[in-house]
């Protein structure tokens, strides 16, 4: 994706890789321990979709400003 944008993937993955590597584990595990706790099993996909929509608009922000 990076050599479509015209950027160094190398470089992009150092600045941007470890801190949403780091921002999934402090929400993944906790969405999962509450969804599998607490919400009924009819539901519980659509909460993970929820999430899931939260979390890929976050990691467009991410890939957009290069993880300034």
């Known amino acids: 994706m990076s050599l479509m944008e015209g950027t160094d993937p190398k470089?992009?993955?150092?600045k941007t890789y470890k801190s949403a590597l780091a921002k999934?584990?402090?929400v993944w595990p906790w969405v999962q321990a509450i969804n599998f706790?607490?919400?009924p099993l009819d539901h519980r996909v659509l909460v993970v979709n929820v999430v899931s929509l939260g979390w890929n608009c976050y990691l467009s922000y991410i890939n957009s400003t290069g993880g300034k």
């Open 11 to 14: 470089e992009k993955l150092d």
């Open 37 to 39: 706790k607490f919400v």
């Open 24 to 26: 999934n584990w402090m």
